[in-house]
């Protein structure tokens, strides 16, 4: 059943399933996509003791601006504080983390400005921006060429013009052939038809290239993010070895983002999307590494 919670800004719908008093997983949910890519994770998470709490993001679905004069940005760090702003709605002090995609690196963002927050996050397709991102070399930003398009205003206009042709395209090729129907397809694109969802999408993709400026009010979170060079606290990293995006060798090296217990999962046959892909070897990878992280920290 979809919720409702009212931030400073927004108006946010969320998943959520799970006793008030258990420890308390966010999912955080990238692009094209949006909150029912985790509809097959929350009840194994739910049935093993844990609150789950999965939001719509700004610009998808049913979360809105409270004002129209409110800049309509994208950037990790302005998610990250969406999020926080969520969380304290909800009264929630402290939880755990799973971002796939855009909710990766959200997620790194509220490790880094919230620390005292955040007990341990997994990280799904998309590596840490931790210590600033280097442009990619060519062989990468071939496959990223959707970043490059955004920032052109023939690009713009395009995705203005057919984001749901735009979005459909990343499906086909970031996973094998076939892992996905039209129905479902079409139904995750309802979400997409929000006023707002082409002005976020945007600015994301342009920002995080200095093509555009974050938003004013996560700009020191931006500098924070790109300052730290790695994190302490339990992370997980899950890689499809299909992913036709972000392959393999991309997140080769991501464990030297993190000094504390760290892990990186490859799933076979999966492609960019895990939590569609195969929730349940995906899930099954997430309570082995929720309850350890969460049995470790609770000793400390």
């Known amino acids: 059943m979809i919720q409702h919670a009212s931030t400073k800004l927004?108006?946010?719908?969320?998943?959520?399933?799970?006793?008030?008093?258990?420890?308390?997983?966010?999912?955080?949910?990238?692009w094209p996509d949006n909150a029912t890519t985790w509809n097959?994770?929350?009840?194994?998470l739910m049935a093993a003791g844990y609150r789950v709490i999965a939001p719509w993001l700004r610009g998808f679905g049913s979360t809105t601006?409270?004002?129209?004069?409110?800049?309509?940005?994208?950037?990790?760090?302005?998610?990250?504080?969406?999020?926080?702003?969520?969380?304290?709605?909800?009264?929630?002090?402290?939880?755990?983390?799973?971002?796939h995609d855009w909710g990766s690196n959200i997620a790194e963002a509220m490790a880094v400005g919230w620390p005292d927050r955040v007990e341990c996050i997994a990280l799904l397709s998309t590596p840490p921006r931790l210590g600033g991102m280097p442009t990619p070399p060519f062989q990468h930003a071939q496959l990223e060429w959707?970043?490059?398009?955004q920032a052109t205003k023939r690009g713009a206009d395009?995705?203005?013009?057919?984001?749901?042709?735009?979005?459909?395209?990343?499906?086909?090729n970031w996973s094998p052939k076939g892992w996905f129907s039209?129905?479902?397809?079409?139904?995750?694109?309802?979400?997409?038809?929000?006023?707002?969802?082409?002005?976020?999408?945007?600015?994301?993709?342009r920002s995080r290239w200095d093509e555009a400026e974050p938003d004013p009010k996560s700009e020191k979170l931006e500098k924070e993010v790109k300052a730290t060079k790695t994190l302490s606290l339990p992370a997980l990293f899950v890689q499809g070895e299909v992913d036709g995006v972000n392959p393999p060798y991309v997140s080769e090296n991501v464990h030297e983002?993190?000094?504390?217990?760290?892990?990186?999962?490859?799933?076979?046959?999966?492609?960019?999307?895990?939590?569609?892909?195969?929730p349940d070897l995906l899930s099954q990878h997430l309570l082995n590494f929720l309850q350890q992280s969460l049995a470790t920290s609770s000793e400390e």
């Open 10 to 30: 927004l108006n946010i719908s969320f998943l959520e399933q799970g006793r008030d008093d258990s420890q308390v997983v966010l999912l955080l949910h990238g």
């Open 40 to 44: 097959n994770v929350i009840p194994p």
């Open 65 to 99: 601006f409270h004002e129209k004069s409110t800049p309509r940005t994208g950037n990790s760090g302005i998610h990250a504080f969406d999020m926080i702003e969520l969380m304290d709605s909800l009264d929630i002090k402290k939880f755990s983390i799973v971002g």
């Open 146 to 149: 959707y970043h490059w398009f």
């Open 158 to 172: 395009a995705v203005r013009q057919d984001p749901r042709g735009f979005a459909h395209i990343m499906w086909e």
């Open 182 to 205: 039209e129905d479902t397809f079409a139904q995750v694109a309802q979400s997409w038809q929000n006023p707002d969802f082409v002005d976020i999408t945007l600015h994301s993709y």
């Open 257 to 278: 983002k993190f000094t504390g217990p760290f892990e990186r999962v490859l799933m076979p046959g999966v492609g960019h999307f895990p939590s569609r892909e195969a």
